[in-house]
């Protein structure tokens, strides 16, 4: 130890290591276990803290700025109700395997398990959606353990971490020398670095002999950063792609050989070219239930290669002939140099006649009955506009160029199926568990991640409700997110299953009459308001929205949409991935 | 089919109850468990019994290899291992009994830690199937409390589990 070094409380040591694991923004919410960091926050400057409203909303604000940037989102709680408030997001952020860090309070040690006031076993109830968690027995293990938070976070399959941080280790009348590790190793803990180079010939060699192959790429392509690596090696070898709710982006969506979103309401091209492909490359996905239907059922005929840096995603599902575990920016540059060589010394590799025929077959299923792009011959029921048709505007207004965040029921999908991403991270998503109430807090995450950026919302007024306190928050920081809520009075997904396996009871899935003004709600928190329901003014009222005059506001945009418009293409239950209900006549 | 397990991990508070808390998440079922800190005060080793089909205890090997604290995991029944459970009853012997249990025990090579006027307390090594065979050996209502370790398994040969 150097004359030099530092002698720090344990607030203090948490908040530096924090600093030195390179942390600009903590999103938090004080109470009596983290006063103490508090204090520590207080008495510096480098990390700025986001006061908001709710705990849940701080870890998905956590979660969208991980999301956007590809670094830990870092959540700050108190002990007991504070910590419980976090547990959706934390699971949120497990679910999609988002790298994050979440610090909360615990009561001083000589009381844990006494049931002392605000207490609760905060590893204990987050163990199941954690990817590791840590309780601070001493508080001279606050930097390694920062340390090796971040490190766990962030490498390998990335997931979140919990510390649970005791009072009396942030102490500050104790003292402790502090140094922040340069680098972690743990002895138990090795993420694979490269795939098995056997293994990765094999599956160029599948691609190249192909004739009808299609590419299934998901959110690990994204958290890999390896999108454009993948959109070359398909680009080359001339074939369709397709991805999951959370991929998309990884592979431009505006490009032709784009088949759009798989799975259950993925479109009929997609779903139909996995049924009938005779190579299934799957990269970075997991074979999500919501994707393949009926595994017994799905890809009959299709070899199925998996690339994952999770071996326990591998053969989960569905059996990999050709598992590769390994990082996906490392796969595939080498799988993209192995296809160039071989495509270079047998030019008769990949098959462009079986390739050309394949293509037709899409071609054709997309005539039938691809997404409906123009939807200007139908109309919503009068005095109310179609979702299509507000989310293609929102489209046409960001020049399909916007940070997009959504929360969970059509309006997602529609979001999900009408506004194509041409990049990865522009797509925020709760894709794992679903979570209503995400879309808000982590648009905002997103906003404090990108100040000038431009950042949407797309979201349905019962998941807005679940985290609107949050525009308090947008108030305090002026965050101009604009928000698109497709209000169609209704808890849209439970009544669009009703209507089609309960007969039509809606069961406590409307609200009657009983929401609120959605424009003078956002304007009593100092917010903008606009309300629509005529295609005629749509795009007008896109352009002001996402134009000059509202650059540095939020604006609320409360579109009424038909309330019986249902999301299809939709799996039938039970089948496999051809087997779709297309619209509501069938 | 049966499988036995085993895995090296962190000799870490909290390293357990994760092993443990996977099991009921992923709805795995454990039928024994025996853990202990190893020759390295810092490493702890688990047995594991349970039952799957193949793909079910690849899953359960891949998902105890994704815990961070978790160093290695071998299913021994995948190669030859030597396996042992350590067993302690409390068997009532009275009369006639005194004699029979006795006899039974000397047979399954067990032997008497403690005597009380009308129980013996009996210690058993061996394979989980020949401690059951024990039990049933004995009439029923002899029995009056049994404690079983749990299986521990080590690998044959040259194959060694450590860091
Ligand atoms: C926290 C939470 N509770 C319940 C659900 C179940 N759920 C899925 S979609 C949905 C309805 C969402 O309504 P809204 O946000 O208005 O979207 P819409 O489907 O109407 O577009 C519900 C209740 C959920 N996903 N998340
Ligand atoms: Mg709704």
Known sequence: ?586 | MRRLIAVLIENEAGALSRVVGLFAQRNYNIESLSVAPTEDPTLSRLTLCTSGDDSKIEQITKHLNRLIEVIRVVDLTDGEHVEREMMLLKVRAEGVMRAEVKRTCDIFRGQIVDVAESLYTVLLTGTSGKLDNFIRALPKTAIVEVVRSGVSGIGRNEKILGL
């Open chain 1, 1 to 586: 130890m150097s004359e030099q070094t530092e002698h720090l409380s344990g607030g203090d040591m948490l908040i530096r290591a924090l600093q030195d694991a390179g942390v600009e923004y903590i999103f938090g919410y004080p109470g009596g276990a983290a006063l103490h960091i508090y204090d520590a926050i207080f008495r510096q400057q480098r990390v700025e803290h986001i006061l908001v409203r709710h705990e849940q909303a701080a870890t998905h604000m956590a979660d969208g700025y991980a999301r956007a940037t590809g670094k830990p989102g870092v959540v700050l709680v108190t002990s007991g109700p504070g910590a419980t408030n976090a547990v959706t997001g934390i699971a949120t952020a497990y679910m999609d395997s988002i790298p994050m860090v979440v610090i909360s309070g615990q009561v001083a040690n000589e009381f844990i398990g006494t049931d002392a006031f605000q207490e609760t076993d905060m590893v204990g109830v987050s163990r199941p959606v954690v990817k590791h968690s840590y309780l601070v027995k001493e508080a001279s293990e606050i930097p390694r353990i920062v340390a090796e938070a971040f490190y766990i976070a962030s490498t390998g399959r990335p997931g979140p971490v919990v510390i649970d941080v005791p009072k009396d280790t942030t102490d500050p009348a104790q003292l402790f020398p502090y140094e922040f590790p340069d680098s972690v190793t743990l002895r138990s803990y090795n993420p694979t670095t490269r795939g098995h180079g056997g293994q990765i010939r094999k599956a160029a060699t599948a691609l190249l002999e192909a004739e009808r192959p299609v590419i299934y790429t998901g959110g690990g392509l994204v958290q890999g950063n390896a999108g454009s690596t993948l959109t070359s090696i398909a680009d080359m070898l001339g074939h369709p792609v397709t991805s999951t709710l959370m991929g998309l982006g990884a592979y431009p969506g505006s490009k032709p050989h784009f088949l759009g979103m798989l799975g259950m309401h993925g479109t009929y091209e997609a779903n139909m070219a996995m049924h009938h492909a005779d190579l299934i490359f799957a990269v970075g996905a997991r074979f999500d239930d919501r994707v393949t239907n009926d595994p017994a059922q799905f890809s009959p005929d299709a070899k199925i290669v998996h690339i994952d840096i999770d071996p326990a995603s591998i053969s989960k599902i569905v059996r990999a002939d050709i598992p590769i575990v390994g990082p996906v920016d490392s796969v595939l540059p080498e799988l993209k140099r192995i296809v160039n060589a071989e495509m270079a010394r047998d030019p008769s590799r990949p098959d462009r006649v079986a390739l050309a025929e394949w293509w037709e077959r899409i071609a054709r299923w997309r005539a039938e009955h691809g997404l409906d792009h123009d939807q200007r011959h139908r109309n919503g029921a009068a005095g109310s506009l179609l979702p299509q048709q507000v989310v293609q505007a929102v489209y046409r207004a960001t020049g399909g160029d916007a940070y997009v965040s959504s929360d969970v029921g059509q309006h997602q999908m529609f979001a999900a199926q009408y506004y194509h991403f041409d990049q990865p991270r522009r797509w925020i998503n709760s894709g794992g568990l679903g979570t209503m109430g995400f879309g808000l807090p982590a648009a905002m995450g997103v906003q404090f991640a990108h100040p000038d950026a431009v950042v949407a919302c797309i979201t349905g007024e019962g998941s807005f409700m679940m985290n609107m306190q949050e525009l308090s928050t947008c108030m305090q920081y002026a965050l101009p997110i604009k928000i698109i809520n497709l209000n169609n009075k209704a808890l849209g997904m439970v009544k669009q299953w009703q209507d089609m396996q309960y007969g039509g009871r809606h069961s406590h899935s409307t609200y009657r009459d009983a929401l609120p003004d959605f424009v003078h709600l956002v304007e009593s928190f100092g917010h903008v308001g606009y309300r629509v329901h005529d295609l005629g003014e749509l795009d007008a009222v896109m352009a002001d929205v996402f134009g000059e005059k509202h650059k540095g506001d939020l604006v609320f945009v409360d579109a009424h949409i038909d309330p019986d418009e249902h999301v299809y293409p939709m799996a039938i239950r039970g089948g496999a991935m051809k087997d779709m209900i297309l619209d509501r006549a069938v």
